[in-house]
């Protein structure tokens, strides 16, 4: 930029000096996509405990592959040859697939996993989930929503520091474009930050009920299934739109703490189950979401969640056979709502929830649960 002191800070707000910062940017290499991938790869490698009591007197053994969606309960019975399928949002297949979120076959003992427990709090924290028929009982329902709580907090963490990457993806571009990119990275620094602000005061939360073993202040509402369902789910959401299309909840508003709740399609006993679990301070959105939900027909409920599961939460897994078997037209369908939502834009489309029409799957509401005040 002609004119612009060398000595002054840069006016990306990198805290740098403009000299040191975007002087001559646009004569710089071009970075490498797949040094960027390498680079992001190393933060999602970054471990931690994230159990209230952890330090180095409290935690015992490894950091060790944390499931989110049970390996033995829930993916094995979906797995081909000890495979399901995962959108992938690794850099290099979003560069190989121009873009686009894809399923690909995983593990299914890489599948769900975070490096945010050590081995001692996640055998024992989760143990109630791991070990113990799903029902869920009240404390059930507050794991439920304590461990993709606990992956949304770290997942956040990494990306709020990916953007350091991402603002060095301006180097040999124009000054229009790298304008375009700086401010794209500032609005997605404004919004994690917020949303990290409230995932922890969230946590603080849970975690004061986790140590009292006080489950007085879970809630869930629980759909019970006649199979186990061909997707396999554990999200954690802010509810903003219901089945019918209306409002919950303004994503938009920075200010305000939102409320939040947790997303679960698992295998029980019986079949399977949809649990939607929160803590009793966001029984407000997260009532409304779910009376949207029962007011339909009962024969299309397994349609809205399969709806549901595509379209807002990343952390959902396909049975091969299911996925293979649909029509190209019915995966296209499905991959588009797998964007829903993405990038820094949060006006999103009301209707996004609402019935499309597609019967992708052969479940059978066989009862409802429910503990509500």
């Known amino acids: 930029?002609?004119?612009?002191?060398?000595?002054?800070?840069?006016?990306?707000?990198?805290?740098?000096?403009?000299?040191?910062?975007?002087?001559?940017?646009?004569?710089?290499?071009?970075?490498?996509?797949?040094?960027?991938?390498?680079?992001?790869?190393?933060?999602?490698?970054?471990?931690?405990?994230?159990?209230?009591?952890?330090?180095?007197?409290?935690?015992?053994?490894?950091?060790?592959?944390?499931?989110?969606?049970?390996?033995?309960?829930?993916?094995?019975?979906?797995?081909?040859?000890?495979?399901?399928?995962?959108?992938?949002?690794?850099?290099?297949?979003?560069?190989?697939?121009?873009?686009?979120?894809?399923?690909?076959?995983?593990?299914?003992?890489?599948?769900?996993?975070?490096?945010?427990?050590?081995?001692?709090?996640?055998?024992?924290?989760?143990?109630?989930?791991?070990?113990?028929?799903?029902?869920?009982?009240?404390?059930?329902?507050?794991?439920?929503?304590?461990?993709?709580?606990?992956?949304?907090?770290?997942?956040?963490?990494?990306?709020?520091?990916?953007?350091?990457?991402?603002?060095?993806?301006?180097?040999?571009?124009?000054?229009?474009?790298?304008?375009?990119?700086?401010?794209?990275?500032?609005?997605?620094?404004?919004?994690?930050?917020?949303?990290?602000?409230?995932?922890?005061?969230?946590?603080?939360?849970?975690?004061?009920?986790?140590?009292?073993?006080?489950?007085a202040e879970a809630r869930y509402v629980a759909v019970e299934l006649d199979v186990p369902p061909d997707l396999m789910c554990s999200g954690f959401v802010q509810p903003h739109y219901t089945f019918d299309g209306e409002r919950i909840q303004d994503l938009s508003d920075l200010k305000t703490e939102l409320q939040v709740m947790s997303f679960s399609l698992a295998s029980t006993a019986k079949g399977g189950v949809a649990v939607f679990a929160w803590r009793s301070d966001s029984d407000a959105a997260s009532s409304e979401l779910v009376d949207s939900l029962l007011r339909l027909e009962v024969v299309d409920i397994p349609h809205a969640l399969v709806r549901y599961a595509t379209s807002e939460f990343e952390n959902t897994y396909y049975r091969p056979d299911w996925w293979d078997g649909l029509q190209q037209t019915d995966k296209d369908a499905l991959v588009d709502r797998l964007h829903h939502g993405v990038g820094p834009d949060i006006a999103l489309n009301p209707s996004y929830l609402k019935d499309d029409g597609r019967r992708l799957v052969r479940w059978n509401v066989i009862n409802v649960s429910q503990k509500r005040c």
């Open 1 to 215: 930029m002609k004119g612009r002191d060398r000595n002054k800070p840069c006016w990306c707000d990198s805290g740098l000096k403009y000299k040191k910062c975007h002087l001559e940017r646009e004569l710089q290499e071009r970075p490498s996509i797949w040094n960027a991938r390498k680079d992001v790869q190393g933060l999602q490698r970054f471990k931690t405990c994230l159990h209230p009591e952890a330090g180095p007197s409290a935690c015992s053994g490894p950091i060790v592959r944390a499931h989110t969606v049970r390996r033995a309960a829930d993916l094995s019975v979906i797995a081909r040859k000890g495979h399901v399928y995962q959108t992938s949002a690794d850099l290099g297949d979003l560069h190989l697939n121009k873009g686009r979120l894809l399923p690909k076959l995983v593990g299914i003992n890489e599948a769900s996993t975070f490096f945010g427990f050590c081995s001692k709090h996640d055998s024992a924290t989760f143990a109630p989930l791991e070990a113990t028929a799903l029902v869920p009982t009240d404390e059930q329902a507050l794991l439920l929503t304590y461990r993709p709580l606990c992956l949304e907090l770290y997942a956040k963490e990494r990306q709020l520091e990916s953007l350091e990457i991402a603002r060095q993806g301006d180097k040999g571009r124009s000054l229009e474009e790298q304008f375009g990119l700086q401010e794209y990275v500032l609005l997605m620094r404004l919004g994690m930050e917020t949303s990290l602000r409230d995932l922890r005061r969230h946590k603080s939360r849970f975690d004061a009920d986790l140590l009292a073993r006080d489950f």
